[in-house]
């Protein structure tokens, strides 16, 4: 089973600040399975990338994935007010599993 | 319009079972793997299931394999769970989600989510 840690738990920041977020998994996985998605309270997630670094429809170019072996990171270039909420990380394919979610909180 | 609407939440006893729909519209549902992914009040996400296209595949996370049934009807769009001997920790949001599956594999869209509370 894959497992996805996310780091860190919580990320306190200002507006317009850059914001890195990272995944790390517990065996190699491919990039192409590889998503994150963003929750506000009361919502449903909503995805920003998949394969790891293709932006899905919509979502602002100041989002960014990357991966790097079994460690993958989102980028937020500069904070909006809006990006403020849960960030998860999460696999398909031999086995369907979330990050425990990095919390993006105003500083 | 594109969009996942899952129904059948609600509030049942330890040990009762519940029966959660998600209609589909707008999308060629027999064309997807479809999901269920839940989440515990104030938690994290978790996937529970999923289904392939013509129903031939499907997985379970362990800790509702041989309680949870998913199952899709694609001549009514619809995906179903069918959720048994409910525990107190199965209480969460339950959201439909599709797979969208090709070079990439990935949950595309995804419903509102219907809550689901198991207590006495």
């Known amino acids: 089973e894959i497992v996805l840690t996310q780091s860190p738990g919580t990320l306190s920041l200002s507006p317009g600040e850059r914001a890195t977020l990272a995944c790390r998994a517990s065996?190699?996985?491919?990039?192409?399975?590889l998503a994150w998605f963003q929750q506000k309270p009361g919502q449903a997630p909503r995805l920003l990338i998949y394969?790891?670094?293709n932006r899905a429809t919509g979502i602002p170019d100041r989002f960014s994935g990357s991966a790097s072996g079994t460690d993958f990171t989102l980028t937020i270039s500069r904070l909006e007010p809006e990006d403020f909420a849960v960030y998860y990380c999460?696999?398909?394919?031999?086995?369907?599993?979330f990050g425990q979610g990095t919390k993006v909180v105003i500083k | 319009e594109v969009q996942l609407v899952e129904s059948g939440g609600g509030l049942v006893q330890p040990g009762g079972s519940l029966r959660l729909s998600c209609a589909a519209s707008?999308?060629?549902?027999?064309?997807?793997?479809m999901s269920w992914v839940r989440q515990a009040p104030g938690k994290g996400l978790e996937w529970v299931a999923n289904?392939?296209?013509?129903?031939?595949?499907?997985h379970y996370v362990d800790s509702v394999k041989g309680r949870f049934t998913i199952s899709r009807d694609n001549t009514k769009n619809s995906l179903y769970l069918q959720m048994n001997s409910l525990r107190a920790e199965d209480t969460a949001v339950y959201y439909c989600?599709?797979?969208?599956?090709?070079?990439?594999?990935?949950?595309?869209?995804w419903g509102r989510g219907t809550l689901v509370t198991v207590s006495s």
């Open positions: 394969g790891a670094s």
């Open positions: 707008g999308i060629t549902f027999n064309a997807y793997w």
């Open positions: 289904l392939k296209q013509d129903g031939s595949e499907k």
């Open positions: 989600v599709r797979e969208k599956k090709g070079f990439y594999w990935y949950f595309d869209l």
């Open positions: 065996q190699s996985v491919s990039s192409s399975y």
């Open positions: 999460q696999h398909c394919g031999s086995s369907w599993t």
